[in-house]
Nanobody, 126 residues
Framework: QVQLVESGGGSVQAGGSLRLACTAS????????MGWFRQVPGKERRSVAY????????SYADAVKGRFTISRDNAKDTLYLQMVSLKSEDTAVYYC???????????????????WGQGTQVTVSA
């Protein structure tokens, strides 16, 4: 069992920055793939960024490419999402997720993620 807790959300003006963190406890997550997702009311949850177990391989949704950076510190059991040049359309609840069974490469399928955080709200005002 893995417990994930997100932090770092909040309200920011367009063009601003935020850094989200996701701290894991319980079964270690350091050998598995991780991801960030986001969801707005009435719409499906969508992927934002993926990272492999070592942090050396990442992938981003086109909407955030060049503005968001996913990283992880396995020694601290923490996943990060650095967000810069934020836009109003980035407003959403952001979730981190873990796929500890994916020990090589990225977890690209939604149903590969076995553990989810509770989400943190990011609001970007124009």
């Amino acid at each position: 069992q893995v417990q994930l807790v997100e932090s770092g959300g909040g309200s920011v003006q367009a063009g601003g920055s935020l850094r989200l963190a996701c701290t894991a406890s319980g079964r270690t997550f350091r050998t598995g793939a991780m991801g960030w997702f986001r969801q707005v009311p009435g719409k499906e949850r969508r992927s934002v960024a993926y990272i492999n177990w070592s942090g050396q391989t990442t992938s981003y949704a086109d909407a955030v490419k060049g503005r968001f950076t996913i990283s992880r510190d396995n020694a601290k059991d923490t996943l990060y999402l650095q967000m810069v040049s934020l836009k109003s359309e980035d407003t959403a609840v952001y979730y981190c997720a873990a796929a500890p069974q994916i020990t090589t490469g990225l977890a690209l399928a939604y149903n590969e993620y076995l553990y989810w955080g509770q989400g943190t709200q990011v609001t970007v005002s124009a």
